[in-house]
């Protein structure tokens, strides 16, 4: 499939990052060892807080050990981390790291080049953006927030992850989103590298394109039958009368 500039008449455009907005290698390289070197305290001193009390309770049952100490639940949030695997609790605790991170200057978030000037364009255009991704939402919000171009938020109508929306693979978490945003599905673009993602959006009904950046761990592999993009500015945003 090739590249080309592509236009959509859409309500509501939904964001993946890793991949799609962002460099993964920044999230592994940058973010993954901030998280690594601060799960210990987290857990140590701050397990009654309520978020962290929940997120420990469901690691517990991931392993399936109910009486997991901080020690053991320490080594699994660190053995996902090796696996990258999308579990739930690591990413709340994640985001609460990170979040913090954020706040305090340790952290700066990263977009490709392309993407901050076409959000601002579609979303003076009227197109609603909305972000879906297995971070949990605290992490989205702060890593919006602290870019290098300042403060994102106010672009943002809505924040998605694997807690309130379920997981990414799964039709039934863009159903849910869709129900949450109250756009019809014809009328949802979901910008995502990954084409299982992209094949449960579209299960879904939404209008999907696959986004496909060099070095990205998606590149080589394609995004299947999808429409193609190797940046936003591949592409075409406005809003329009529906048919």
Do not use: C
């Not at 962002?22 to 397990?47: I, M």
């Not at 500015?233 to 009368?241: C, E, F, P, Q, R």
């Amino acid at each position: 499939m090739t590249f080309g500039i592509t236009a959509y008449t859409v309500d509501a455009v939904v964001l993946d990052i890793e991949g799609t907005t962002s460099a993964t290698g920044f999230v592994v390289d940058v973010l993954y060892p901030y998280s690594r070197k601060r799960f210990g305290a987290l857990l140590s001193e701050r397990a009654s807080e309520s978020a962290v009390a929940k997120a420990i309770v469901q690691v517990r049952e991931l392993i399936g050990e109910p009486g997991a100490d901080a020690v053991r639940i320490e080594q699994a949030l660190n053995s996902w981390l090796d696996e990258d695997r999308k579990a739930t609790p690591l990413k709340t605790l994640q985001g609460i790291v990170w979040s913090e991170g954020f706040a305090a200057g340790d952290l700066v978030s990263h977009f490709y080049e392309d993407v901050v000037p076409e959000l601002r364009r579609w979303h003076a255009a009227g197109v609603r953006l909305h972000v879906y991704s297995s971070g949990s939402v605290a992490a989205q919000r702060a890593w919006f927030a602290h870019s290098p171009a300042g403060d994102l938020l106010p672009l943002v109508d809505g924040l998605y992850d694997t807690e309130n929306a379920g997981p990414k693979q799964s039709p039934d978490s863009y159903r849910a989103i869709t129900a949450a945003i109250g756009t019809p599905p014809g009328r949802t673009l979901f910008l995502s590298d990954r084409p299982a993602e992209l094949d449960a959006a579209r299960a879904a009904g939404w209008l999907t394109v696959g986004v496909r950046r060099p070095g990205e761990p998606y590149f080589e592999a394609g995004v299947g039958d999808h429409p193609e993009a190797a940046a936003f500015t591949d592409l075409t945003i406005a809003t329009g009368s529906r048919p």
